[in-house]
């Protein structure tokens, strides 16, 4: 008997010892499970600091898909040379521990890069982005030469391979279809991303640590070590908040995104996912002390031919409720329908942004099928869902400005809140034409120091001097906000220069527009450029 002929033998001996095809399925499906969760906990931290644009979502699934594939090429190697079921169970519990150990090593990696682009320290940035790769590299891989040794060990019969390999695949897409919901729906908003990577890792590590002892029981030994080793890193890397903002008050993980409240100088403000821009803004005793881009949604109405009143209004992006807090200051407590993606972030509102009003409706859910819902006419819609660049696609389209439009009195108006950058209006320009498919007349009013401009478009032909008529028109008891933001939307228009691009449910390329806006910015202005928490 040859040597290679022994290495058989004793191979399939091996496998046909205490093997095990129920507990191996049951591995593959927590596998299957584990990758998707670990795809989803990575994205959601790199959210903490880069945000949830496309790039972002590309990243993230493209990493994954070049790890899976190495692992694949490894794993099936490997089973080939030695195919031992320790040698597999060992595998798992060691993928379980690098699930958890990475994951962990990230959170903290991303809680300093958060310090530095909150600095716009780019080099920090950088190297932080290149450690979460390296992060990511390892479990990933792994994750993915778990099936494929599966496959050789599971097979004993080359007539029966087809077979068993497709019902492997099949049971780890189950785990998948699992890993995409659950960490998403229930652990995540839970739990939160850190104590959900140790929830997901540590399953898979005791299922693969059960496997070994069952097998090799001493080998066994190393797995209980390894679990054992995990204990202060959890105690440690779990503890804290995420990220650590000077006046952070609240921090909480929603199915959607990473919510901070801070309070600074008598007041709290909203920050989304990697905190570079307040969301909603709510002083103490309901001051506001500057007109903001909120506040120049109060001249919307002020388009039309006066006399201009308001008796219904509706708010798509919602936040924390500065729109329509702002509305019930100027124009009473008319009834006002606000729509907002999270409820989390509803939630926020209510407990640090005293978004208790009666008339205001909180109203959980996507703009556009909360709003066809919605069987009311109004006076006001205002739409504050785009920040560059993270815009709904599906909320910038003819079509949805037709839906819109349904829901308009009228002499109704709509407000929309766009991006741009300095010398590059590009999305402004096709939101311009896209909205004058619609509506006869569009306004266009650049915040004074922001990078936002506001368009605003009537259901009646006007014209932008009807802003100053109104103004002059304002009695002596009209609330200061509303002429300061009059004053400020007197000065603030500039003209419209709608360009061919017009944007459809068929075709909406927002997110090329938006990937060389930023690009172009970048690249002119430097990092140096970047908007900091205070602007």
């Known amino acids: 008997m040859t040597t290679t002929d022994a290495h058989k033998q004793q191979a399939q001996a091996g496998i046909s010892g205490t093997f095990s095809h129920g507990y191996l399925y049951v591995t593959v499906f927590v596998a299957g499970m584990s990758t998707l969760a670990v795809e989803f906990t990575t ?93 990511l590299a390892v479990p990933v891989t792994l994750l993915g030469c778990i099936s494929p040794f599966a496959i050789r060990l599971a097979v004993r019969d080359v007539n029966e391979a087809g077979r068993i390999s497709g019902r492997i695949y099949a049971i780890s897409t189950w785990g998948s279809l699992l890993g995409t919901y659950l960490p998403v ?82 007041c709290n403000y909203l920050l989304l996912n990697e905190g570079q821009a307040y969301h909603s803004f709510y002083c103490d005793g309901g001051v506001v002390p500057r007109v903001s881009v909120w506040s120049i949604m109060l001249a919307a109405p002020y388009f039309n031919p006066g006399p201009v009143t308001v008796d219904h209004a509706a708010v798509i992006g919602l936040a924390a409720g500065t729109i329509p807090k702002q ?113 006869p007349t569009v306004h266009a009013l650049d915040v004074p120091g922001a990078l936002n401009t506001i368009l605003i478009a009537t259901q009646q032909p006007t014209t932008a001097g009807n802003v100053a008529q109104n103004l002059a028109q304002l009695g002596p008891d009209s609330d200061p906000l509303l002429r300061a933001v009059l004053e400020t939307a007197v000065i603030a228009q500039v003209p419209i220069n709608p360009t061919g691009i017009v944007f459809t449910d068929e075709r909406a390329p927002v997110e090329i527009i938006i990937d060389s806006l930023v690009l172009r910015y970048l690249l002119q202005e430097g990092p140096g450029g970047l908007p900091g928490l205070g602007q």
């Open 185 to 266: 729906l229930i652990v995540i908003p839970l739990a939160g991303s850190r104590l959900s990577a140790l929830i997901f890792g540590l399953t898979l590590l005791m299922v693969g640590l059960f496997g070994l002892w069952q097998n090799k029981p001493k080998a066994g030994l190393w797995g209980v070590a390894l679990l054992l080793a995990l204990l202060p890193i959890a105690l440690f890397w779990t503890q804290g908040s995420i990220k650590a903002y000077e006046g952070q008050i609240f921090e909480t993980e929603s199915a959607y995104n990473y919510i901070q409240v801070i309070r600074r100088d008598h």
């Open 327 to 439: 509305f019930s200051r100027v124009f009473g407590p008319i009834p006002i329908d606000g729509i907002e993606l999270d409820p989390a972030i509803i939630q926020a509102g209510v407990d640090y942004f005293a978004l208790n009003e009666p008339n205001i409706n909180l109203i959980a859910g996507d703009g556009r099928y909360e709003l066809n819902r919605l069987d009311k006419t109004y006076d006001v819609i205002t739409i504050d869902a785009y920040k560059v660049p993270y815009i709904p696609w599906h909320l910038t389209t003819r079509e949805f400005f037709q839906e819109v439009q349904a829901h308009l009195t009228a002499d109704g108006v709509v407000a929309v809140n766009v991006g741009r950058a300095p010398q590059d209006r590009r999305l402004v320009e096709a939101m311009t034409a896209t909205m004058l498919t619609v509506f």
């Open 43 to 135: 994205s959601r931290m790199l959210q903490t600091v880069y945000g949830t644009s496309n790039i972002v979502w590309a990243n993230v699934i493209g990493l994954v898909l070049f790890f899976l594939t190495i692992g694949y090429f490894v794993g099936g190697r490997l089973a080939d040379k030695r195919p031992y079921l320790h040698l597999f169970y060992a595998l798992v519990t060691f993928t379980g521990f690098c699930s958890v150990f990475f994951l962990l090593l990230t959170s903290v990696i991303l809680r300093s890069a958060a310090s530095a682009l909150a600095a716009v320290n780019v080099g920090a940035i950088a190297s932080s982005l290149v450690a979460v790769i390296l992060a």
